[in-house]
């Protein structure tokens, strides 16, 4: 049985956790493109909370 988390599951527990630096990064091309260019990318934030089945982000200020 593997118990690692991923994706949704592993945010939440970040956030649980107090983790402060947890970005979300989108790009139309792929996951990769968003993560290795944040410039270019289509929306770079930080994941601040999760509340009622959503994540609410920082629009990418501290």
């Known amino acids: 049985m ?3 988390l991923k994706g949704s ?3 939440r527990a970040m956030l649980a956790r107090g983790e ?3 970005w979300c990064a989108v790009c139309d091309d792929s996951d990769e493109q968003a993560m290795m260019d944040h ?3 289509d929306f770079t934030a930080y994941i601040v909370s999760f509340c009622d ?3 609410y982000c920082s629009a990418g200020m501290p």
């Open 2 to 4: 593997n118990s690692e």
């Open 9 to 11: 599951d592993l945010t």
């Open 20 to 22: 402060k630096r947890i």
């Open 39 to 41: 410039c270019g990318n």
């Open 53 to 55: 089945g959503s994540f």
